[in-house]
């Protein structure tokens, strides 16, 4: 199985800032990554896939890259809804794994 | 509004069975790709099992042999069938399309139901 692993696993952040989370791929996966998005007590949702493309309706502080096996997700000016819980995915193969979530949270 | 609604979450004793469903509102599950997707109170994310539209379907090896993931076309209903449940299981589960791939060719989980939590316990 592929192995998906996050950092940092926790994040604090003010208002403005620009933060990025890394998650790196057990074995080469190309561009087979995807982000989502996960506040309190509601279901994730789709940021980026494909490694760098932003999801319909996803706000364009958002930015994705990479591909091997170093991704990054990027969040160029943070603003107070983008506090939350935020996972990578790899599709390059079942089992579809997770990382293990970063938690980003106001300074 | 387009949703994924799940049902059939409640307790159970350990050894038990459960049966999940979800259903499309303004979108068919019989079209797509289906998975399942559970979360531990607190923990991260699990992928469960994915069921194709040719109806090949893949699981976890945590769940293998005792969950099964279907579909019922004329019902356009997606289930999951879990057996000999384990406190372990105990979780939210989400029913998740994997609609992108039909529009773009990439596997990506971008809709999800509201989830139905599982409980397993004595």
């Known amino acids: 199985d592929i192995q998906m692993t996050q950092s940092p696993l926790s994040l604090s952040a003010s208002v403005g800032d620009r933060v990025t989370i890394t998650c790196r791929a057990s074995q080469y996966i190309s561009t087979y990554i995807n982000w989502y998005q996960q506040k309190p007590g509601k279901a994730p949702s789709l940021l980026i896939y494909a490694a760098s493309s932003l999801q319909s309706g996803v706000p364009s502080r958002f930015t994705g890259s990479g591909s091997g096996t170093d991704f990054t997700l990027t969040i160029s000016s943070l603003q107070p809804e983008d506090f939350a819980t935020y996972y990578c995915q790899q599709s390059y193969g079942t089992p579809y794994t997770f990382g293990q979530g970063t938690k980003l949270e106001i300074k | 509004e387009v949703q994924l609604v799940e049902s059939g979450g409640g307790l159970v004793q350990p050894g038990g069975s459960l049966r999940l469903s979800c259903r499309g509102s303004g979108f068919s599950v019989s079209n797509n790709y289906m998975n399942w997707v559970r979360q531990a109170p607190g923990k991260g994310l699990e992928w469960v099992s994915v069921i194709y539209t040719g109806g090949a379907t893949y699981s976890a090896d945590s769940v293998k042999g005792r969950f099964t993931i279907s579909r019922d076309n004329s019902k356009d209903t997606l289930y999951l069938q879990m057996n000999n449940l384990r406190p372990e299981d105990t979780a939210v589960y989400y029913c998740?399309?994997?609609?992108?791939?039909?529009?773009?060719?990439?596997?990506?989980?971008?809709?999800w139901g509201q989830g139905t939590l599982v409980t397993v316990s004595s």
């Open positions: 998740v399309a994997d609609a992108k791939v039909a529009a773009t060719g990439w596997h990506a989980f971008d809709m």
